[in-house]
């Protein structure tokens, strides 16, 4: 069962700590909305995902 957390109560121990893990994830946020790349399509990613699962699968078997 999932922790019920409460909004009030911050996952940071101090406001240091929450305003620099704010800055890095506005980072990469940042950094992959400027990534020019092509983009990979869902299905392609999904399909690729499900290969390496089933691989996972055949080595455990």
């Known amino acids: 069962m999932t922790k019920k957390l ?4 911050s996952e940071f ?6 305003a620099s893990y ?3 994830f506005r980072a990469k946020v940042e950094a992959s909305q400027k990534d020019t790349r ?4 869902h299905d392609q990613v999904m399909a690729e ?7 996972a699968e ?3 078997a």
Do not use: G, N
């Open 58 to 60: 055949r080595r455990r």
């Open 38 to 41: 092509p983009r990979i399509p």
């Open 22 to 24: 704010d800055r890095w």
């Open 13 to 18: 121990e101090t406001e240091e700590a929450a």
């Open 49 to 55: 995902v499900e290969a390496i699962i089933q691989a």
């Open 6 to 9: 409460d909004p009030r109560v």
